[in-house]
């Protein structure tokens, strides 16, 4: 099982980014997919999610309305489309997966505790 995060880098305030999680080694339309970030010096956080099934999506408030959560089961990729960043956004990100929904809502909570991680990409929202 592999779940790999990408498309993090340097931009400024205001820009945009959209990060790829690439995955292999099980069927990702049984899975959900939750997005998480790790900022200097802080706990990991739950970002956004997107349920295997119908697609419903959930997000932090500190990033509701700006980012987006999506999936494509064909290309086994999942995506997070970040809008007007800030710089309080700057952080590693990574995505995971977990079968059950009891999993992916409490880990959104306690940034921990998912299937299946990926190794990170990091954002740098900076002027």
């Known amino acids: 099982v592999q779940l790999q995060a990408s498309g993090g880098g340097l931009v400024h305030p205001g820009g945009s980014l959209r990060l790829s999680c690439t995955t292999s080694?099980?069927?990702?339309?049984?899975?959900?997919i939750g997005w998480f970030r790790q900022a200097p010096g802080k706990e990991r956080e739950g970002v956004a999610c997107?349920?295997?099934?119908?697609?419903?999506?959930s997000y932090a408030d500190s990033v509701k309305g700006r980012f987006t959560v999506s999936r494509d089961n064909a290309k086994k990729t999942v995506y997070l489309q970040m809008d007007d960043l800030k710089p309080e956004d700057t952080a590693v990100y990574y995505c995971a997966a977990a079968r059950d929904l009891v999993t992916i809502v409490t880990a959104m909570i306690d940034g921990d505790g998912m299937d299946y991680w990926g190794k990170g990409t990091l954002v740098t929202v900076s002027s």
């Open positions: 080694g099980f069927t990702l339309d049984y899975y959900g």
């Open positions: 997107i349920a295997k099934s119908d697609h419903d999506t």
